[in-house]
Nanobody, 125 residues
Framework: QVQLVESGGGSVQAGGSLRLSCAAS????????MGWFRQAPGKEREFLAA????????IYADSVKGRFTISRDNAKNTVYLQMDSLKPEDTAVYYC??????????????????WGQGTQVTVSS
């Protein structure tokens, strides 16, 4: 069992930056691939970025490539999402998730086993 808690959300002006953190409980954080998703009102959950258990393999959605960076610190049981050059359309609730497919960069939300509660990000123009 893994519990995930996101933090770092908030309000920022367009062009600004935020860094989201996702802290995992349990001893087996390094056994999981990790991902970030978001969901805006009235829209489906959208994949953003994923990393395998080592952090050496990453993948990004086209909508955030070059602006967002996923990283992880297995010693701190934490995965991060650095978000730069934020746009109003980035406004959403952001979720982290853990997948047992530890060697993969997992895109499909159905392949994730655990989810955090989400953190709100609001970008104003």
């Amino acid at each position: 069992q893994v519990q995930l808690v996101e933090s770092g959300g908030g309000s920022v002006q367009a062009g600004g930056s935020l860094r989201l953190s996702c802290a995992a409980s349990g001893r087996t954080f390094s056994s999981y691939a990790m991902g970030w998703f978001r969901q805006a009102p009235g829209k489906e959950r959208e994949f953003l970025a994923a990393t395998n258990w080592l952090g050496g393999s990453t993948i990004y959605a086209d909508s955030v490539k070059g602006r967002f960076t996923i990283s992880r610190d297995n010693a701190k049981n934490t995965v991060y999402l650095q978000m730069d050059s934020l746009k109003p359309e980035d406004t959403a609730v952001y979720y982290c998730a853990a997948s047992r497919l530890k060697w993969s960069t997992v895109v499909e939300p159905t392949r994730y086993d655990y989810w955090g509660q989400g953190t709100q990000v609001t970008v104003s123009s």
